[in-house]
């Protein structure tokens, strides 16, 4: 976008096509889930209804687009600005609850004190992030827990371990220890420590 605006005068108007390395990239504007106005407008209309597989060439005027204002983050959009997009529906993953890190889908362990046993691998009474991150990986593998979608897994697992590391000493105690098991964990302080 800002090559595409190099050089442009007062009131020109430039209709500017950014291949994707230029612009939102491989990724897409994947990460965010629709419904949550988490996405403008005109992207959360565009998408709507769209099937796994699907190619869509979606046109957003500025009023459901970035508006007058446009956008000053990376990538940069002018005001006024006419969006023109073309999205590819590569899949769909069903959000989790507003506010959940993570859900069991299979039934959680049974016993707390049991589950916080074989998360702690090297026996030291404590859970570290890697202890953590390590069986909620496993977990997601065997199907029995799903995490949010539209982050990295990694970061999901470190706002889990955040939201229980109470005392901030980087290791979950027992006591500490709030998967529950038969909860699910939900964001807490560690929101704003990300
Ligand atoms: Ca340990
Ligand atoms: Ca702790």
New binding site residues.
Partial sequence: MELGLLGACMGERRVITLPPHLAYGEPGIGGNTLGRGELVLGVERGLMGMCVGEVRKVVIPPHIGYGEQGREEDPMIPGSAVLLFTFRLHRVEESLPEGYLFMWTNGAPADAGEAFKLIDEDQDHRVSLPELTSYMLDQVERGRARLRPGMPADDVIRKMFRSQ?????R???ID?FTLKMSDDVRMSHADDEL
């Fill in positions: 590391d109470y005392n901030d000493d290791h979950l105690s500490e």
